[in-house]
């Protein structure tokens, strides 16, 4: 790596496809310097330098951080300047940005309001609508107001100044979304037979989970596989290809609303594919939203895409083959894998679990993590509990 890349954090490694290592930016968080690279979102770029704690959660304040990497959730709104709700794994890092975390009193590592969590049992959902209604005086004069002043996430600045929305129309005889391997191949498809097509994905790059799952013991299937898909789309004059988009609908006619930007596109398409792939789910178990625990393709997002070490040392907890990828992926970029724990007991025979074992990778099939232990202040993944789910 460059003398910048170098500086852009304790855990930058070499390989990250969508930052560029020969620029270096700084931005702030928290009132402390925070170095990055251009590409960097927020997340990675806080990652890189072992920020883990992003933001606190909306009623009992416990400290959250990267679950998805993908803007699949709530962990990661963060306020960047005047704009509040941010999500910092979406979010590209800019230098001289300002940006902190969200619903703390004090600071956002020792927030003060934490202590909220203790009194849990007395605070089931909606009890503030049953304990503050007594006396319509009481609720209106001072138990709203007060409420009011606790809930909410970021802050919103009146005097901020106005950003500028506008729009566009587009007419398509096929819109595509999603930009995975499924939608790849249907965009490719329809334009090869000479129709109109439109591709939108919310990602930087196509390829979905190609761009970083391993589908192979070597790591090479899934590169090649994305290589062929965009070869079959280069070269089409009748293909129209949005990144970095959202279709945040699907309405009459097929009118979809995709907001790329500060552009909103209004599309009519006569046809729809619908290529969106799958969202992760999390493990339940107890303590399973501490930061440093995340999901198998948000720590290969951040090996893959932004050239980031997920930690130093780590525990896969899977159900599929392809926790025995996440566990060679993590081993590749420098993490220590402690083990990988299987909810399944049949042995490991396929080509991934038998990689992973010839590296020194110790499965523990049949069993299931019970809990999770955390740092002091419940700041960081400390520990985890596995037992034989049988």
Not at 151 to 180: E, N, Q, S, W
Not at 214 to 231: I, N, T, V, W, Y
Not at 244 to 270: S, T
Request: aromatic share 8%; with cysteine.
């Amino acid at each position: 790596m460059t003398g910048g890349a170098a500086r852009a954090g304790v855990n930058r490694i070499a390989g990250g496809e969508l930052v560029d290592y020969g620029r270096p930016l700084e931005f702030t968080f928290e009132g402390a310097r925070c170095p990055g690279l251009a590409g960097d979102t927020i997340a990675s770029a806080l990652a890189a330098n072992d920020r883990w704690v992003l933001s606190r959660s909306f009623k009992y304040h416990r400290p959250r951080g990267v679950f998805s990497l993908a803007g699949w959730e709530a962990n990661a709104l963060v306020q960047v300047g005047h704009e509040p709700n941010v999500p910092a794994d979406r979010e590209r890092a800019v230098a001289g940005a300002v940006v902190s975390g969200q619903n703390y009193r004090g600071s956002l590592e020792r927030d003060r309001d934490a202590v909220l969590g203790h009194f849990a049992r007395f605070m089931p959902v909606g009890f503030y609508y049953r304990a503050f209604h007594g006396s319509q005086w009481l609720w209106e004069k001072l138990w709203e107001p007060a409420i009011r002043k606790r809930t909410g996430l970021g802050t919103v600045a009146p005097d901020a100044p106005p950003r500028y929305f506008d729009k566009a129309f587009g007419f398509y005889d096929v819109a595509v979304i999603g930009g995975g391997a499924a939608g790849m191949a249907a965009a490719a498809e329809a334009a090869g037979v000479g129709l109109d097509v439109l591709l939108v994905d919310e990602n930087r790059a196509l390829g979905g989970a190609l761009c970083y799952r391993r589908l192979d013991a070597e790591g090479e299937a899934a590169p090649g596989r994305r290589r062929e898909l965009a070869a079959a789309l280069e070269g089409r004059p009748n293909l129209t290809v949005m990144t970095d988009a959202v279709c945040n609908g699907w309405f009459a006619d097929n009118w979809l609303p995709v907001i790329r930007g500060d552009r909103l596109h209004k599309v009519r398409a006569r046809e729809l594919v619908l290529a969106t792939g799958a969202m992760g789910q999390p493990a339940a178990f107890h303590n399973n939203d501490l930061p440093g625990i995340m999901l198998g393709s948000a720590a290969q997002r951040l090996i893959r895409s932004y050239g980031v070490r997920p930690g130093r040392r780590a525990v896969v907890y899977t159900n599929a083959d392809e926790g025995y990828g996440v566990a060679l992926d993590l081993a590749d970029a420098g993490t220590e894998v402690a083990a990988v724990v299987d909810l399944r007991g049949e042995p490991a025979a396929e080509p991934l679990a038998r990689a992973a074992a010839a590296r020194g990778i110790a499965a523990h099939r049949g069993h299931a993590v019970a809990a999770a232990a955390a740092t002091a202040g419940n700041r960081h993944l400390a520990g985890i509990d596995a037992a034989p789910s049988a």
